[in-house]
């Protein structure tokens, strides 16, 4: 068990790019979740997929925003059209209800600066 | 809007001194309560969990849970310089209240030598 693999961990872009990230959750984890954070605040959430679906997003997540979790395993998120708001730590976290109350691990995150 | 409250910080407390970090929330119905420890630039990490009133203990972290004040804590006994980081207090609310996390602020813990 490695644990939440982000990737990439860093990441420039300019103003008006496309970005994706993507999370592999720990492997037996069925529940995956998103949340950004800028500093001095603590983690907000994004979005959350149970298997492949997903099952509730912030209004945090504006249209240019996007998730997806094929097959139920890793995840993406895609930005497009940056702006320089968007500049923040992306974090993934899994969790599983397996075995007891449900405790979400986070991932490294990627950081994101946009120019 | 649900709310978690923290002591931004820096709380600052000699090597070896019991640290005391505190957390209120507002959802009368939170059911998990968490601590994550977040160093600089890194991601959080899980110290520990709390589910039910009372204290729980884990080598020198003890989590502290009181419902009916709506209050969580978490005392580090015998601090370390390297426990110097933000201390994130997470609840996560009843059944109708979604799936997400809300995290406070964080709390600055600067442990000096």
């Known amino acids: 068990d490695t644990g939440v693999s982000q990737d990439p961990r860093h990441k420039i872009t300019k103003r008006g790019q496309n970005v994706t990230f993507r999370c592999d959750p720990i492997?037996?984890?069925?529940?995956l979740y998103w949340y950004r954070q800028t500093l001095g605040q603590g983690p907000e959430f994004l979005t959350y997929f149970q298997n492949e679906a997903q099952l509730e997003k912030s209004r945090l997540l504006s249209d240019r925003f996007s998730a997806e979790r094929p097959k139920g395993s890793f995840s993406t998120l895609e930005i497009q059209r940056t702006e320089q708001g968007d500049s923040a730590m992306y974090l993934c976290?899994?969790?599983?209800?397996?075995?007891?109350?449900?405790?979400?691990?986070f991932g490294p995150g990627t950081r994101l600066l946009v120019l | 809007q649900k709310e978690v409250e923290q002591n931004s910080g820096p709380l600052s407390v000699p090597e070896g001194a019991i640290a005391s970090l505190n957390c209120t929330y507002s959802?009368?119905?939170?059911?998990?309560f968490f601590w994550y420890r977040q160093y600089s630039g890194k991601s959080p990490e899980l110290i520990m969990s709390i589910y039910s009133n009372g204290d729980k203990e884990d080598g020198r972290f003890t989590a502290q849970l009181n419902k009916a004040s709506q209050y969580v804590s978490l005392l580090i006994r015998d601090s370390q310089p390297s426990d110097s980081a933000t201390y994130l207090c997470?609840?996560?609310?009843?059944?109708?209240?979604?799936?997400?996390?809300?995290f406070g602020k964080g709390t600055s813990l600067l442990v000096t030598p």
């Open positions: 492997s037996e984890h069925n529940r």
């Open positions: 976290a899994s969790s599983s209800l397996a075995g007891g109350p449900e405790t979400q691990y």
């Open positions: 997470a609840v996560k609310g009843g059944s109708n209240s979604g799936y997400a996390l809300n």
């Open positions: 959802d009368r119905g939170s059911q998990s």
